[in-house]
Nanobody, 121 residues
């Protein structure tokens, strides 16, 4: 059983930074871990993902601004978000898939409760 708990969301002005954390309970050698966000009134959007080989994917909208990383010793997934924009506002979810052959979409069997990010311009 995998449990995920996000933290680190909050309010920030445009251009600022936040770092989200996701503590993973259960096995850390999960095939795919990712961050998915949902803006008000919009569908969920894949933000970034990392697989067990260390391969990383980013949405085009966050490339060069966001960085995903995994600390296996701490069993914690991070999302460093820099140069935040108002369209980064939304609820950010940590998600995990132990077995998928694909890493980087929005379909995951395990989800955290989400953490709110509000970017004001």
């Amino acid at each position: 059983q995998i449990q995920l708990a996000e933290s680190g969301g909050g309010s920030v002005q445009a251009g600022g930074s936040l770092r989200l954390s996701c503590e993973v309970s259960g096995p850390i050698n999960i095939y795919c871990l990712g961050w998915v966000r949902q803006a008000p009134g919009k569908e969920r959007e894949a933000v970034a993902s990392i697989d067990s080989r260390g391969s990383i994917n980013y949405a085009d909208s966050v490339k060069d601004r966001f960085t995903i990383s995994l600390d296996n010793a701490k069993k914690t997934l991070y999302l460093q978000m820099n140069t935040l924009r108002s369209d980064d506002t939304g609820v950010y979810y940590c998600a995990a898939d132990p077995h998928s052959n694909f890493c980087g979409g929005t379909i995951y069997p395990y989800w955290g409760q989400g953490t709110q990010v509000l970017v004001s311009s």
